[in-house]
């Protein structure tokens, strides 16, 4: 045990102590922040305004396209057509709205062109049917002798408020949040398990090329050493994320702060401050602050820092095996696949399972399932899960953990040693039984 602290202790040493590892721990959580702000205020800046000529031999639907920030509506009806299709060629325009004379509606809502040199958005086009459909359906009404002014006022406007069964007020879009939530903690695993796999992985394959391990083993057993270098740094990794922590949960009470929504028994004055539409947006937002923390947030802290510990452990025995196994990173990509393809499924399922069943049989399973299980049962927890299914999925993880970490011993014991020469399938599996 001696041996394997020591190396437990210079893997985490080594680690902490690396450059670039303080300062991405430090800086990591900045640049996400400051990446966040930059792509807001790309979201604020206007576009380049869009010309768009209108050739309406009906006269019927130039009142009805209004001005925007995007798009500018120009009503060209008495210009010829074809000098106005030579002026989209010359890039004039951005695009021509051409509405031939047809008194039939229903022949003429399928004769309507949009001409341009690039396609345009496909929101662009259905604002565009929407405006002329809403004409013609009011044709087609004082056609048939109908009020349209009635069937205007008739038409039903429904707002669904949601409350939960003990009367307290929610809000829409809740379960979108749940899966968010869980899919960045999910997210940040499968991220840091590739990061930290391949860190060890590439550990491996330095000192075995440098012919360093071959004075290693001499007194050191290749499965202590693989362990050492797993746990050393996984927890080199469980700091960077204490510290990423605390630095956003600083950051989220600045934000806070700075966004006036209270915390705790403070919150329900708050709103009585502010006047007008400000009230509302202040209750809306204090509704989702109320819903966050009414998440099983304490769960889900601890179930992340299990599951992490538990999937970069199983990842890291195949990824440190393959290290073992090949001379540089080159050859370890035929091998690498095969570990991504379940994390990749993890996330797949998570969104597509979890977001319309969290509770159902495929979420359900593949919330067991040892190499999704870090993924898909982190976004299943925002939703409540069984005490019971979190520790069957947790001793499935660490027991295929404990498997995986026998057979990858094998395979690093024996490839440890081996140069020059670019494994197969078949010899790994040749090594297993050594």
Do not use: C
Not at 266 to 295: H, I
Request: aromatic residues 12%; charged residues 15%.
């Amino acid at each position: 045990m001696s041996i394997l602290s020591l190396i437990i202790k210079r893997e985490f040493i080594a680690k902490v102590r690396n450059k670039s590892f303080i300062v991405m721990t430090f800086l990591s959580p900045l640049l996400f922040v400051g990446l966040a702000a930059f792509v807001g205020y790309l979201s604020t800046m206007k576009s380049d305004v869009k010309e768009i000529v209108i050739h309406d031999e009906s006269n019927l639907f130039v009142k009805d396209f209004k001005n925007s920030e995007e798009y500018h509506y120009l009503n060209l009806t008495n210009v010829d057509l074809k000098t106005l299709k030579d002026s989209i060629v010359s890039e004039r325009y951005e695009g021509l709205l051409y509405i031939p004379k047809i008194e039939d509606n229903k022949a003429l809502s399928s004769k309507i062109q949009y001409i341009s040199n690039e396609s345009p958005s496909m929101s662009f086009i259905e604002d565009v049917e929407e405006i002329i459909a809403q004409k013609l359906t009011t044709s087609n009404f004082q056609k048939a002798g109908l009020d349209t002014l009635a069937i205007k006022n008739a038409e039903a406007k429904v707002s669904i408020n949601l409350t939960k069964a003990t009367g307290e007020e929610t809000v829409k879009g809740l379960n979108e949040i749940k899966v968010g939530i869980g899919a960045a903690f999910g997210y940040l695993i499968m991220m840091f398990i590739v990061i930290y796999g391949n860190m060890v992985m590439r550990s491996v394959i330095e000192e075995k090329t440098n012919r360093i391990i071959e004075i290693i083993i001499s007194s050191v057993k290749p499965f202590q050493l693989m362990m050492g270098k797993i746990i050393g740094t996984s927890l080199a990794g469980v700091l960077q994320f204490a510290i990423w922590a605390v630095i956003g949960g600083t950051l989220f009470l600045v934000a806070s702060s700075l966004l006036g929504i209270e915390m705790g028994s403070a919150a329900s004055t708050a709103p009585q401050m502010m006047p007008g539409s400000d009230v509302e947006f202040a209750n809306k937002a204090q509704l989702y602050v109320n819903e966050f923390l009414n998440l099983p947030l304490l769960t889900l802290i601890l179930s992340f820092i299990v599951y992490f510990i538990g999937g970069y452990f199983l990842y890291s025995s195949i990824y440190a095996a393959i290290g073992a196994a090949v001379d540089n990173e080159t050859d370890s990509q035929q091998f690498l696949l095969p570990i991504i393809l379940p994390l990749m499924l993890g996330v797949y399922v998570g969104f597509f399972s979890v977001l319309s069943e969290p509770h159902g049989t495929v979420a359900t399973v593949f919330s067991m399932i040892p190499l999704t299980s870090p993924i898909v049962m982190l976004m299943r927890i925002p939703f409540g899960v069984p005490w019971w299914q979190l520790l069957i999925s947790v001793l499935l993880l660490f027991g295929t953990f404990f498997f995986v970490v026998w057979f990858a011993s094998k395979i690093y014991r024996v490839g440890i040693l081996m140069y020059g020469k670019k494994p197969t399938w078949k010899e790994l599996y040749r090594w297993l039984k050594y």
